[in-house]
Nanobody, 127 residues
Framework: EVHLVESGGGLVQAGGSLRLSCAASGLTFDNYAFGWFRQAPGKEREGSACIRNIDKSGGNVDYADSVKGRFIMSADNAKNTVYLQMNNLQPEDTATYYC?????????????????WGRGTLVTVSS
């Protein structure tokens, strides 16, 4: 059974940083692509970043325009964990952040294309 467990959310002031982690189990890590999605109250879930080809050095990462230049997604194959380093956080980044996974052969960085989901971790940015 596949499990994705997020951690690292919390309350931070505007301009601050947080690092989210997503520990994956029950799948062959290198065969999957992963994504970070977020959902703010009253809004639809949106993608922040996705990583693919994680069996290759660094992987390939796609970022949403809203987080490009501020967020960095990475993967640690040895720990079966993906990360989202979030810098210069702003109040509009406040949301529940979800980790998701899909087999690499089915890769598409959109919520409808993901196969597995974590339960989410809440990030709150105060002004």
């Amino acid at each position: 059974e596949v499990h994705l467990v997020e951690s690292g959310g919390g309350l931070v002031q505007a301009g601050g940083s947080l690092r989210l982690s997503c520990a994956a189990s029950g799948l062959t890590f290198d065969n999957y692509a992963f994504g970070w999605f977020r959902q703010a109250p009253g809004k639809e879930r949106e993608g922040s970043a996705c990583i693919r080809n994680i069996d290759k050095s660094g992987g390939n990462v796609d970022y949403a325009d809203s987080v490009k230049g501020r967020f960095i997604m990475s993967a640690d194959n040895a720990k079966n964990t993906v990360y989202l380093q979030m810098n210069n956080l702003q109040p509009e980044d406040t949301a529940t952040y979800y980790c998701a996974a899909v087999e690499s052969s089915n890769y598409g960085c959109y919520s409808g294309g993901m196969e597995y989901w974590g339960r989410g971790t809440l990030v709150t940015v105060s002004s």
